[in-house]
């Protein structure tokens, strides 16, 4: 149970860091869509970055409960 532990941990970091990845990505292409092009439909790119971001937070939340509660019940 320690090694599914170790997993579902390793897929909270990776979540979080596509999370953090999404935001940067998003707000990157706002700011380039705000000065520079206006031809980006930034609303549609918006939703699906939001979409995704949502997602992979929320499995990392879901991970690191379900390691939380695997490691208190094995020790």
Excluded at 25 to 54: M, P, R
């Amino acid at each position: 149970m320690r090694t599914l532990a170790k997993i579902l941990n390793v897929i909270s970091l990776v979540s979080l860091l596509l999370t953090g990845i999404g935001v940067i990505a998003y707000y990157v292409i706002e700011f380039i869509s705000s000065f520079c092009i206006s031809t980006i439909n930034l609303v549609e790119i918006g939703n699906v970055f939001w979409k995704i971001i949502f997602i992979c937070f929320g499995s990392a939340v879901c991970s690191f409960v379900l390691a939380y509660f695997i490691n208190k019940n094995y020790e």
